[in-house]
């Protein structure tokens, strides 16, 4: 499945089936920090994402 | 994962509270903790005129939405700093913000524009100054947040900072022992000087990834990229290593930075309360009537530098 992420933006292929905090833990994020969204939604850690998924990590951190 | 209080599907975990929740739920939730926090320490009443600092972030925008649904007259400000297209965009997003959010509640938006009174942006505006941009912008901001809040007769300046923000900043002044910063690390700081705005920070119970939710689930569009002068802060470090031991041990924010407040209550009060010091070394700016402790505020003495050292 296609993730997208942020600073900086790109994109990475990530094989799923998958559950949330299982995709998080792979790419080395800290769950405090991000929010999920699949599609247009907005998902918890216990959610599967599965191949051909359109997956956003979002990261929540701002400020200087 | 069930929303804990009507048994749908959730879209949120918060395991610092132990609950998930819906988008109903949540948004109650968020309108709860916003509504505690004015209340319990006493931050405005009903019929204040509110003055919120937005920036096109996530917070500042959310906190704008929030107190137009809780039916209080809120109005904004927006700094435009000058930094190329991240400026460019946050001034869109909260334009945007206000003709499609804002506009139907009543509220109105006041905009400074930096370069238009320094004739230049922050990024070069520091340079010419010779101060950290960070530190520039910072004074920057306060000064016309206050300003306009005091010109315009708003009862209260508020702001987007949240739970992670006053963490952070907490850890900063106890790891470098600044406790001469303390005393100001309330939600909820009086008007103590005539020409001093009271300044609140409503959103004190609220994580950044729980306003960030807000945020997505209400479709606010905000600017997710960082300040590309903010790169490698120590305020993001701090929220860094304060979000991994967060990750393993829910709620560890809460506890540091509202057990700091208990604390703070129920410090026995000195001889001198933080208005009286206020009020014994602040005194008008000779240039621009805004309290300073010297002669001359740093906001005109930053002015006045910058008008000296452009070129011509």
């Given at each position: 499945m296609q993730v997208q992420l942020s600073h900086p933006s790109r994109t990475v292929e990530v094989k799923g089936p998958k559950k949330v905090k299982d995709l998080l833990r792979e790419l080395n994020l800290v769950v405090e920090a991000h929010l999920v969204i699949k599609g247009d939604d907005l998902v918890t850690e216990d959610e599967m994402l599965y191949e051909g998924d359109q997956i956003e990590v979002r990261p929540v951190i701002s400020g200087g | 994962m069930n929303c804990i209080k009507c048994k749908i599907k959730a879209v949120i975990d918060l395991p610092r509270h132990n609950a998930a929740f819906c988008k109903g739920c949540f948004n109650g939730f968020v309108h709860d903790q916003v509504a505690r926090a004015i209340k319990s320490e006493w931050?405005?009443?009903?019929d204040a005129k509110i003055l919120v600092a937005v920036s096109g972030g996530k917070d500042s925008l959310a906190l704008w939405d929030i107190l137009l649904k809780l039916g209080y007259k809120a109005d904004a400000l927006y700094v435009n700093l000058g930094i190329g297209a991240y400026s460019e965009q946050s001034h869109a997003k909260v334009t945007k913000f206000t003709e499609t959010v804002a506009a139907a509640h009543g509220a109105a938006l006041h905009i400074h524009t930096v370069e238009q009174e320094a004739g230049a942006g922050i990024k070069e505006l520091a340079q010419l100054i010779h101060r950290p941009t960070c530190s520039t912008c910072g004074t920057i901001k306060r000064y016309q947040f206050n300003r306009v809040a005091i010109e315009q007769h708003y009862d209260v300046m508020a702001t987007g900072h949240n739970l992670d923000d006053e963490a952070a900043r907490l850890l900063g002044n106890v790891l470098h022992w600044q406790e001469e910063y303390l005393d100001k690390q309330g939600p909820s700081l009086p008007a103590?000087?005539?020409g001093f705005a009271k300044k609140v920070k409503p959103?004190?119970?609220?994580?950044e990834r729980e306003l960030a939710a807000y945020a997505v689930l209400n479709r606010i569009?905000?600017?997710?990229?960082?300040?590309?002068?903010?790169?490698?802060s120590k305020t993001i470090q701090y929220k860094e290593v304060l979000n991994r031991l967060e990750t393993e041990s829910p709620g560890t924010k809460q506890t540091f930075y509202w057990g700091f407040l208990d604390k703070q209550s129920k410090k026995q009060p000195t001889a001198t309360t933080m208005a009286e010091k206020d009020r014994a070394v602040l005194h008008p700016c000779t240039s621009c009537s805004q309290p300073t402790t010297a002669e001359v505020c740093s906001y005109c003495k930053m002015m006045a530098r910058a008008k000296t050292a452009a070129p011509h």
């Open positions: - | 931050m405005f009443g009903k103590s000087v005539a959103l004190f119970r609220l994580s569009d905000y600017i997710v990229e960082e300040c590309p002068m903010a790169k490698g």
